[in-house]
Nanobody
């Protein structure tokens, strides 16, 4: 079983940047990992995923609202997934989670809070 711990959230002004990290312990050999987020009063949504095959990145996908602003990456040597978030907007305010893609139900961590003020 994989234990996922997110970090790097915080409070920033619109236009600012944050870099989220997701450290995985246990078995971390899942080729496809993703970031998700849940805004207050809304359902959890997909943000971005990244797939690696045979040591090379096969693809990255992003929800339309973050394309050009967010970048997902991974360092399997460190068992860590990253989300670089630039040009943040108030509507990016949410708790951000990492998980496999598709998500594994019993692998959700506590998430990390991102708050963007206008």
């Amino acid at each position: 079983q994989v234990l996922l711990v997110e970090s790097g959230g915080g409070m920033v002004q619109a236009g600012g940047s944050l870099r989220l990290s997701c450290a995985a312990s246990g078995r971390f050999n899942n080729n496809s990992m993703a970031w998700y987020r849940q805004a207050p009063g809304k359902a959890r949504e997909f943000v971005a995923n990244i797939r690696q095959d045979y040591g090379s990145i096969s693809y990255r996908n992003y929800v339309d609202s973050v394309k050009g602003r967010f970048t997902i990456s991974r360092d399997d040597a460190k068992s860590t997934i990253y989300l670089q978030m630039n040009s943040l907007r108030p509507e990016d305010t949410a708790i951000y989670f990492c998980n496999t893609s598709p998500a594994t139900n019993n692998a959700w961590g506590q998430g990390t809070q991102v708050t963007v003020s206008s």
